[in-house]
């Protein structure tokens, strides 16, 4: 359970006329005993679209204790209803710029083979999954193998040249060019300046639920300052992980809990490693992730570490 944004009907000014039901495609709202009911917390988003239809005004936008919102659990329902209902429910998601989720409700009909209305067809067809937009850059990469190859190339490379370890620098300003930056590429692997990096994209608000390189990850969700203020980032944290990057005091919180209880649900986490800075603000990051664990029903080892503003580690745990 969680605070979250949820609708609320007041029975005493409900007249059970019913407008309300077919402008919530989610299926959280039925007609019982005369009076629109809210029967399920996993159904409603919270956004509201059923208050419009409300003639009598009694139904409101609150924040209570609720059961985070399941996209999942929403298709599963809406797919039942046909095309129109399916069509309406992902209108609804991209009119409240609901992107995560309007991905999470395109990957869900994609990965299950069903019926994609006309309008929506275009942000389906990319190879990798993207946002609504279409924008090639927010393409899911995994980048294991290419970094891989990469590693395996230079070394064969720096053989093949007959270069050692302890080349100094007056043997490179010898090299051509091309040489010398293939040197410096395998300077940068030997000394440990090798990117870390192997997956993309990395923002939290960007990499879907059901992005492959999840499975089985030992996951790093990093607070997006650390990287700047800890020079080790690559090689102490960012190494053999998945990495999520975001900043907790200016996105949308409830986002990042709904988003990782999907993410936990849907894959098996190995294990997570939260890395935030020392300032107030940025502890909020830790307490998400241990939610979203507990929402999730999960036991996944987790660990936080605390960076200070002059690039230390102040505490573990």
């Not at 990093?222 to 900043?247: N, W």
């Not at 990782?260 to 940025?282: A, G, Q, R, W, Y």
Request: aromatic letters at 6%; glycine letters at 8%; charged letters at 25%.
């Amino acid at each position: 359970m969680a605070l979250r944004k949820i609708i609320e009907i007041d029975e005493d000014i409900c007249n059970g006329c019913g407008q309300c039901i077919p402008n919530c495609p989610e299926g959280a709202l039925q007609l019982i005993d005369g009076k629109a009911r809210l029967v399920s917390d996993l159904f409603c988003d919270g956004l509201g679209a059923c208050i419009g239809e409300c003639p009598v005004d009694a139904i409101t936008v609150i924040e209570r204790e609720a059961e985070p919102y399941n996209e999942t659990k929403v298709m599963e329902n809406i797919v039942k209803q046909g095309s129109n209902v399916i069509a309406a429910h992902l209108k609804h998601l991209k009119d409240h710029n609901e992107t995560g989720l309007y991905n999470e409700a395109v990957n869900y009909l994609k990965n299950n083979n069903i019926y994609i209305p006309e309008d929506f067809k275009q942000d389906a067809q990319d190879e990798g999954d993207r946002l609504p937009c279409g924008c090639p850059g927010s393409a899911v990469m995994d980048l294991r193998e290419k970094n891989k190859s990469s590693s395996n190339a230079q070394t064969k490379s720096a053989q093949k040249s007959g270069f050692e370890n302890n080349a100094g620098s007056s043997d490179i300003l010898n090299l051509s060019k091309t040489k010398a930056q293939k040197v410096q590429e395998l300077l940068n692997e030997l000394s440990g300046n090798e990117s870390q990096l192997r997956q993309w994209p990395v923002q939290i608000m960007l990499v879907p639920p059901h992005a492959p390189y999840l499975q089985g990850a030992d996951l790093l969700v990093s607070a997006d300052c650390v990287p700047f203020a800890y020079a080790g980032f690559h090689q102490d944290f960012l190494a053999g992980k998945v990495v999520l990057i975001g900043c907790p005091k200016l996105d949308d919180s409830q986002y990042y809990l709904k988003k990782f209880t999907e993410i936990f649900k849907l894959n098996d986490i190995k294990s997570v490693t939260v890395t935030h800075m020392e300032v107030p603000c940025c502890f909020g990051l830790a307490g998400i992730i241990k939610q979203a664990i507990k929402d999730a029903e999960k036991d996944i080892a987790l660990k936080t570490v605390n960076i200070g503003i002059k690039g230390n580690v102040v505490s573990e745990s």
